[in-house]
Nanobody, 122 residues
């Protein structure tokens, strides 16, 4: 499975961005898709995840109410709509996928896309 992320950029605080991640290859093996983010010198942290056909979603506390994860199963694509962005949301965002449902467990994600930079200016 290959994952291709896109949609990052520079935005002012309070603005919005939408990240996309397209999966290709043996996508039938994927159950859960998620997003993580990482800042320099820090561990990669869970942001959001979506299971199955999109009926189950999970969010980290810092993004609840501002970010929305969704999935277009027909297109093997997952989206992360990020609203009310804050400077502390600045990070490299990675999409990931796994066969299970351990949404916060970074080591359970078998597949990773390249990162996309999100920068929020104050």
């Amino acid at each position: 499975v290959q994952l291709q992320a896109s949609g990052g950029g520079l935005v002012q605080a309070g603005g919005s961005l939408r990240l996309s991640c397209v999966a290709s290859g043996r996508t039938s093996s994927i159950y859960l898709m998620g997003w993580f983010r990482q800042t320099p010198g820090k561990d990669r942290k869970f942001v959001a995840a979506i299971g199955g056909s999109g009926g189950t979603t999970y969010y980290a506390d810092p993004v609840k109410g501002r970010f929305t994860i969704s999935r277009d199963s027909a297109k093997n694509t997952v989206f992360l709509q990020m609203n009310s962005l804050k400077p502390e949301d600045t990070a490299v965002y990675y999409c990931a996928a796994q066969r299970g449902s351990w949404y916060e467990e970074i080591h359970e994600y078998h597949y990773w896309g390249q990162g996309t930079q999100v920068t929020v200016s104050s």
